[in-house]
């Protein structure tokens, strides 16, 4: 456990609860994954725009780089290759970090203000 709460990879050995590090590259921001959370929905709950169309894993319009880390694929047979998964080519959609992981993503920027989601007010 770090000194600020989160759970360093590793230490729980399941996906409950636990919380890793997502970095993106080459844009060298760090980011929390929560518990059951895909690189996509990560990277959209901090404001930072990847893309996407489909969500389930079979358009590619997500395929970027892990560079480094653990993922498990939401779906059984992502819409990738043997070999592409061997060269680290990954779908953001359905990939769920295990450990903490370093993706490369050269299309993601922080999402324009407009699309950002921000809680009812309760008014
Ligand atoms: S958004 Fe279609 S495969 Fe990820």
Same mark, same amino acid.
């Given at each position: 456990?770090?000194?600020?709460g989160?759970q360093?990879?590793? @230490?729980?050995?399941?996906?409950?609860?636990?919380?890793?590090a997502?970095?993106?590259?080459?844009?060298? =921001?760090?980011?929390?994954?929560?518990?059951?959370?895909?690189?996509? @929905?990560?990277?959209?709950?901090?404001?930072w725009?990847?893309?996407?169309?489909?969500?389930n894993g079979?358009?590619?319009?997500?395929l970027?780089?892990?560079?480094?880390?653990?993922l498990?694929?939401? =779906? @059984?047979?992502?819409?990738?290759? =043997?070999? @592409?998964?061997?060269?680290?080519?990954?779908?953001?959609?359905v990939?769920?970090?295990?450990?903490d992981?370093? =993706?490369?993503?050269?299309?993601a920027?922080?999402?324009?203000?407009?699309?950002?989601?921000?809680?009812?007010?309760?008014?």
């Amino acid at each position: 456990m770090r000194e600020d709460g989160r759970q360093v990879a590793g @230490e729980a050995g399941a996906l409950g609860g636990r919380l890793h590090a997502l970095r993106l590259e080459p844009a060298g =921001v760090t980011l929390d994954v929560r518990a059951g959370e895909s690189v996509l @929905e990560a990277a959209a709950r901090a404001a930072w725009h990847m893309p996407s169309s489909c969500r389930n894993g079979t358009c590619r319009a997500c395929l970027c780089r892990l560079l480094t880390g653990e993922l498990v694929y939401r =779906v @059984e047979w992502p819409g990738l290759s =043997v070999q @592409e998964k061997q060269d680290g080519w990954m779908l953001a959609c359905v990939a769920l970090p295990v450990s903490d992981v370093v =993706v490369e993503q050269v299309a993601a920027s922080p999402a324009p203000a407009s699309a950002v989601r921000r809680p009812a007010r309760g008014f």
